[in-house]
Structures are given as C-alpha cells and as structure tokens.
C-alpha cells in the first residue's frame, strides 16, 4: 500500500502554499489559540498578519486514496481508536498574509494500522469500513482558522506518517452533509517530527502496527523543508503521549 508519487511532484501554477514565518507566525499564532464562531472577516481584522512575511513551498501529491463526497464536519473520528490529535490550521492569503474565512480545510488520512476508508485490507488488516472514517473538513472561522478532531495517524509501507489535506473557496454545503463547486486552491501534506511519532508507536493500537515504519528522512515526498513543507508544531495536551497532542499549522494559498 504505497502512494503513486513516482518522480517528484510537479507545482500546478499559482496552485502554491506558503507557510508564515517569523512576524506572521507569532501574528497567527494568537488567532489559532483563540477560536472564533464562523462570521465574516471585518476589514481591519487582520492589518499586522498582512504586514508580515511568508515563505513560498510546492504543493503535495494527493496519493491514490484520495475520495470525492468528503463530510462537512469537525470531529472525523468515527470512533476510531488512536492518541487524539486536534488540528488547528490556518489559512492566509499567500500575497497579503490576511487570514481567508469560509475556506474549507479537508483531510484525510489512514488509521493507526495503516488503513484508509474506502481502501481497508490494502495495509493487510481487516476491519469494518465505511468510507468516511477519518476522512473530512471544516470551513475556516472569522480567523482564518480551521479546528478539526481526529486521532494520531498510523503508518503503511512505503509513506512516513502523514496527513493529506486540501484547501477550497467558495464551495456549497449540500443538504447530505457534504459540499459541492468551489476552487481547489491548495493540495498538500501535513507532517509530524519523528521524536513524537517514534513515542506514538509504542502505544495501542499503534504498537500492534508490524508494518515497517518509514521514517521522515526515509520518505520520497517529505524534503526535510521544515513547517514550509507542512511540518506541524505539536503540543502535548497531557502528562503522558496517550492524552494527544495539538497540532498547529499556518497555510498560505494563492487565490488568483
């Protein structure tokens, strides 16, 4: 079960993703630990984050297990058993760095044995699988900010452990929960340091994980590029690895 990336994936035009830095990050920082109900962005909202800096970075191959229909919602659990992990994205304008409310944020990723929705058996477990576990987004509130539950991704042979995720605007909510139309302005990876990870691993359901893990350093589409290639800031929301972490990201997108 490997992702079909082949040679390194080709940039699509102005399709980029920045990740703030510097100024922009301690800015947006403050937004992300704060959220916000989903209201409309007020014209002075965001006058300090547009002052700052961003760093341009390529996007990600979206992978083979990708599916259309995703559900509009917060919590992708399902019930699945894993070390919580709450997301806390943000999406910035990559020429002006203000941060871009309604965007819809959606991810997807495989559970702590290696399996996606919609793909179960593929990593050699069999379970009951719905096609929607661990599989979804969330639209961006007034801070440009999208908080999303799920759980610890595990691993598969061939891929570091890894989230997908994909920005869109302007998109429709549909009456089955789900969205239609808007722009796909943004296709990538999120990525977790290794110290953490390798600590993850020995913990259940993770530790009845046999596969052989790749590492970040072992895997063909993380390039080592730091936050500006989707690695995540983690912070631990208790005493112990299995009371879960918070992961925190700001990503730029091209909207022209």
Sequence with gaps: ??????????????????????????VLAVG????????????DSTPAAA????????EMTEGPYYLDGALVRADVTEGKAGIPLKLALTV???????????ALVEIWHCDALGEYSGYVGNNGHSEPDDGTFLR???????????????????????RCVHI?????????????GSFTGGSELHTGQLFIAETITTAVATVSPYSTNTVTRTTLAQDSIYDDGGAASGLMT???????TSS??????TLGVSQS
């Excluded at 992300?32 to 014209?43: K, V």
């Excluded at 983690?234 to 112990?240: D, K, N």
């Design 32 to 43: 992300a630990a704060a959220p916000q109900a989903p209201t409309t962005a007020t014209a």
């Design 234 to 240: 983690l912070t631990a929301l208790g005493s112990s």
């Design 51 to 58: 002052a700052a800096v961003c760093t341009l970075t390529k």
């Design 1 to 26: 079960m490997t992702d079909k990336h082949g040679a390194t994936p080709t940039p699509v035009g102005r399709r980029t993703v920045l990740i703030a830095t510097g100024t922009t990050a301690a």
């Design 136 to 158: 979804g987004g969330i639209l961006t509130n007034s801070a440009g900010l999208a908080n999303i539950t799920t759980i610890y991704p595990g691993w598969y042979r061939g």
């Design 164 to 176: 997908h995720v994909k920005v869109h605007t302007g998109v429709t909510l549909t009456s089955d």
């Design 244 to 249: 879960g972490y918070t992961g925190t990201l």
């Design 92 to 102: 910035v304008d990559d020429s002006t760095c203000a941060v871009i409310p309604n």
